[in-house]
Nanobody, 121 residues
Framework: QVQLVESGGGLVQAGGSLRLSCAAS????????MGWYRQAPGKQRELVAS???????KYADSVKGRFTISRDNAKNTVYLQMNSLKPEDTAVFHC???????????????WGQGTQVTVSS
């Protein structure tokens, strides 16, 4: 059984910073890409940032220059450093990872339960 657990969300004023963490645990054989998505009220879930196992990153245009994604492969953990936060960043942030579990022949997408980020103006 594999699970992703996020932490680090909260309430912050505009211009502030938050750091999200997401740790994968369980019977993991390997993890490929990891990423962060967000979903604001009334909007579709969107990709915020992703990172390959080798460290290649991709960002949504709206967060480029403000957010940084990183990962620690030894800890099966992905991070999202968010700076210069804006009220429009308010959303539930979900961690995602492409994981091959022990004894399972295929790769599957796993999701965390989500962590709320609220940016006040």
């Amino acid at each position: 059984q594999v699970q992703l657990v996020e932490s680090g969300g909260g309430l912050v004023q505009a211009g502030g910073s938050l750091r999200l963490s997401c740790a994968a645990s369980g019977s993991i054989f390997a993890i490929s890409a990891m990423g962060w998505y967000r979903q604001a009220p009334g909007k579709q879930r969107e990709l915020v940032a992703s990172i390959t196992r080798s460290g290649r990153t991709k960002y949504a245009d709206s967060v480029k220059g403000r957010f940084t994604i990183s990962r620690d492969n030894a800890k099966n953990t992905v991070y999202l450093q968010m700076n210069s936060l804006k009220p429009e960043d308010t959303a539930v942030f979900h961690c995602n990872a492409d994981i091959k579990a022990v004894g399972v022949p295929a790769w599957y997408d796993y999701w965390g339960q989500g962590t709320q980020v609220t940016v006040s103006s």
